[in-house]
T-cell receptor, first 111, second 117 residues
């Protein structure tokens, strides 16, 4: 059974640029949730995708958007990057939303 | 009302001792309470989880105690080992599938545990 994978591992972007992060869900899982974890903090919920539809969103602006594909993998897109977007971005996959298994994360640095 | 408050912020325990981390919540609609373990540079790993219809759940050295009336739950790590040194997060969510709240985990602030050999 393959776990949750994320790419890339690290990324450095300049303020104002756009970024796409990718996540492959665990085999058999149909739900992907994205979280932002600032240094020294708990993860904050960005949004969740269930069967290719957004199913809930946290307090993040519209420049944070996502997609889920038919194979249940997912992308997180962030436009107009700001310095405060620097964080570890985590995706978690689950079956129907309960037990969520996290990937290793993508460390995004915005300069 | 969506917050989960976790304490202590940091904890130092001797090898073989018991580590206890506490969490409190306000939203009585929460119906799923997991604990995660996170090592530096890694994603959180699901340790153990409980639903409010039971008061205790044990898996190996890890036990969750749940007090529904007090809206509190705690993680006990028995026989703590240096390899348990990590950051621990409690979380809560509402699991009514189909609602916009499904699977939205609300995390506590984290507890950094150091187990001294």
């Amino acid at each position: 059974e393959t776990g949750v994978t994320q790419s890339p591992t690290h990324l450095i972007k300049t303020r104002g640029q756009q970024v796409t992060l990718r996540c492959s869900s665990q085999s058999g899982h149909n739900t992907v949730s994205w979280y932002q974890q600032a240094l020294g903090q708990g993860p904050q919920f960005i949004f969740q995708y269930y069967r290719e539809e957004e199913n809930g969103r946290g307090n993040f602006p519209p420049r944070f958007s996502g997609l889920q594909f038919p194979n249940y993998s997912s992308e997180l897109n962030v436009n107009a990057l700001e310095l405060d977007d620097s964080a570890l971005y985590l995706c978690a996959s689950s079956l129907e939303g309960y037990e969520q298994y996290f990937g290793p994360g993508t460390r995004l640095t915005v300069t | 009302q969506q917050q989960v408050k976790q304490s202590p912020q940091s904890l130092i325990v001797q090898k073989g001792g018991i580590s206890i981390i506490n969490c409190a919540y306000e939203n009585t609609a929460f119906d799923y309470f997991p604990w995660y373990q996170q090592f530096p540079g890694k994603g959180p790993a699901l340790l153990i989880a409980i639903r409010p219809d039971v008061s205790e759940k044990k898996e190996g050295r890890f036990t969750i105690s749940f007090n529904k009336s007090a809206k509190q739950f705690s993680l006990h790590i028995m026989d703590s080992q240096p390899g348990d040194s990590a950051t621990y997060f409690c979380a809560a969510s509402i699991g009514s599938h189909g609602s916009s709240n499904t699977g939205k985990l609300i995390f506590g602030q984290g507890t950094t545990l150091q187990v001294k050999p």
